[in-house]
């Protein structure tokens, strides 16, 4: 069973940058997409970015494309979000999620978080106005 863990989080002004991590403990971490979604107080939970197991496809939000980056790295079993040009309205808890399957799917199959296995325990990002 794979186990997430996200760090990375903190305070930053509008405008600046940061850069999330999910390390993977399962050895099959290769083997599954991952994603990066994010929830607001009092809102639902909000699909980011995915990539597929090899790295070869990526899919953003239209809310954080051109501003984030997801990429991951299978030798170290981590997963990455780079966020640049953040603004107030970033300001979210960030969790990385798993789901099983080498097979791209369409963008939207991804936005849906029933469609994901596994899920870390979030990290927040707060952006200062």
């Known amino acids: 069973q794979a186990q997430l863990v996200e760090s990375g989080g903190g305070l930053v002004q509008t405008g600046g940058s940061l850069r999330l991590s999910c390390a993977a403990s399962?050895?099959?971490?290769?083997?599954?997409?991952m994603g990066w979604f994010r929830q607001a107080p009092g809102n639902e939970r909000e699909f980011v970015a995915v990539?597929?197991?090899?790295?070869?496809?990526?899919y953003h939000a239209d809310s954080v494309r051109g501003r984030f980056t997801i990429s991951r790295d299978n030798a170290k079993n981590t997963m990455y979000l780079q966020m640049n040009s953040l603004k107030p309205e970033d300001t979210a808890v960030y969790y990385c999620?798993?789901?099983?399957?080498?097979?791209?799917?369409?963008?939207?199959?991804?936005?849906?978080?029933?469609?994901?296995?596994?899920w870390g325990q979030g990290t927040q990002v707060t952006v200062s106005s």
């Open positions: 399962s050895r099959t971490f290769s083997m599954t997409f």
């Open positions: 999620a798993a789901g099983r399957g080498t097979l791209w799917m369409s963008g939207s199959y991804y936005s849906r978080v029933a469609n994901y296995d596994y």
């Open positions: 990539i597929s197991s090899d790295g070869g496809h990526t």
